[in-house]
């Protein structure tokens, strides 16, 4: 008699599990996969339920028909999770995308008006409807590249009304979507156009205005200060982070993207979860990241978008055993990007990870930099059941082969997406 299971995958080439150690993965530990071969997996009741050799598998489970998938020697892998996004915006960019290419860099479009500023006033003059539909579909297509879980940042509002609104969008966008949204306060994005010249002000109205209200009315978990030249200083970062850690936010931080004015030291002293970007970074802070424990989110994909051809350096972060992260930065200016498999392929051919190193990063390590590892991220009994299928005879081809999608199938707390073909005999035995 078998017992009866949700949905039951078999047949996998290979079922990269990431093993049983829970912890963020660092230095020669980063790339430890833990491959069952002519593997399979049984998820029940929204978890992963059982692992192990295929035979094994199907002759204790069974599944519905439409539950379960032959995954014809392809790859089983945990599903993605994005740990660094801006997807919930009204409207593109493509104009500053063509200045870009007529030689004009980022933050002189950002200085005259554009960037970040242009999209806050898109966002403020949208319904909600639009911004919903926009980023649902944002959504739809990190799926199909095999993400399960999306961080998403507010910061296109930046009053407190507006971004409160963000807020309450961005919940309203996981009830919605079968994707897992973990929400992220980044009201310290840029200074909006009435605060330009008050800055003080608008450093006054986060602390005392919007995290009070963002830690009593919303369910962001964490609060995101994007420190840089010209944008927020170490100072009026501090200010921000240290009075959302009074509230109970956990902290990320915009980290030396462009200048090094201290960003990576600071996450370090205050223990943020992660800090991101770091193209910039000195020596001191990445020991600063190391000795605080701080996950580095690496973003090559945002450095490609820019044609910068400056990236982090993630090599040396690995080698100095600083767990690495990775994710799209998904937005419309600096970042169009949905795709995590692209983001791995650039990882590798431009910060200098392994095949087996970006995998880590982009589940493992970026479900702990949402603060999610203890739950998702590995295939392992009890863990949740957010898996991708991919038509690929080893994990090295989501890297290898880049551009587009592997995915045949997602699974999402156990449900199948789309649903798969029935099994025939011929093709189940
Ligand atoms: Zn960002």
């Not at 990269?16 to 997996?41: H, K, N, W, Y």
């Not at 010209?230 to 501090?238: A, H, I, M, S, Y």
């Not at 937005?331 to 995590?340: A, F, H, T």
């Not at 087996?356 to 970026?366: D, I, L």
Request: proline letters at 5%; a negative charge.
């Amino acid at each position: 008699m078998k017992e009866r299971v949700d949905s039951l995958i078999f047949n996998a080439g290979q079922v990269v599990t990431m093993g049983q150690e829970p912890g963020p993965r660092r230095g020669p530990e980063q790339s430890r996969l833990d491959i069952v071969e002519d593997g399979a997996v049984a998820t029940k009741n929204g978890r992963i339920h059982a692992v192990g050799p295929s035979q094994d598998l199907r002759s204790a489970f069974e599944a519905p028909a439409e539950q379960t998938i032959d995954a014809e020697r392809g790859v089983v892998l945990p599903g993605f999770t994005d740990p660094h996004t801006h997807l919930l915006f009204a409207g593109t960019r493509e104009h500053e995308f063509e200045m870009r290419c007529q030689g004009r860099s980022y933050m002189e479009i950002a200085a005259e008006g554009g960037g970040i500023r242009s999209s806050v006033r898109s966002f403020r003059a949208a319904a909600d409807e639009a911004i919903l539909g926009q980023s649902l579909r944002r959504l739809d297509r990190m799926l199909h590249y095999g993400t399960t879980t999306v961080e998403v940042k507010s910061g296109y509002a930046l009053s407190t009304e507006q971004e409160m609104r963000a807020l309450r969008l961005i919940e309203e966008l996981d009830q919605r979507h079968p994707c897992d949204l973990v929400s992220t306060f980044l009201g310290a994005h840029e200074f909006p156009d009435e605060y330009r010249e008050d800055r003080e002000a608008y450093v006054r109205i986060l602390t005392d205005e919007m995290l009070p209200r963002v830690a009593a009315e919303t369910n962001a978990r964490f609060c995101d200060v994007f420190c840089e030249a010209g944008v927020f200083d170490v100072e009026q970062t501090r200010r921000v982070v240290e009075k959302a850690q009074k509230l109970g936010l956990r902290l990320k931080l915009h980290a030396d993207e462009f200048e090094p004015i201290g960003g990576a030291e600071l996450a370090g002293e205050l223990g943020a979860v992660s800090a991101d970007h770091l193209l910039a970074s000195t020596d001191q802070g990445l020991e600063a990241l190391r000795d605080g424990g701080v996950i580095a989110v690496c973003l090559p994909g945002t450095s490609f978008s820019l044609g910068k051809h400056v990236y982090a350096r993630g090599r040396k972060m690995i080698e100095m055993g600083i767990p690495v992260a990775l994710a799209t930065d998904c937005n419309p200016g600096s970042s169009m990007v949905d795709s995590m498999p692209l983001v791995l392929s650039l990882a590798c051919l431009e910060i200098g990870l392994t095949p087996a190193e970006a995998v880590v990063a982009a589940t493992v390590n970026s479900a702990h930099a949402v603060g999610e590892g203890a739950d998702r991220g590995r295939i392992v009994p009890g863990l949740r059941a957010d898996l991708q299928i991919l038509e690929a005879p080893s994990y090295v081809s989501l890297v290898y082969h880049l551009g587009g999608s592997h995915v045949r199938w997602v699974v999402k707390d156990g449900r199948v997406f789309p649903p798969p073909p029935p099994v025939t005999t011929s093709s189940a035995t």
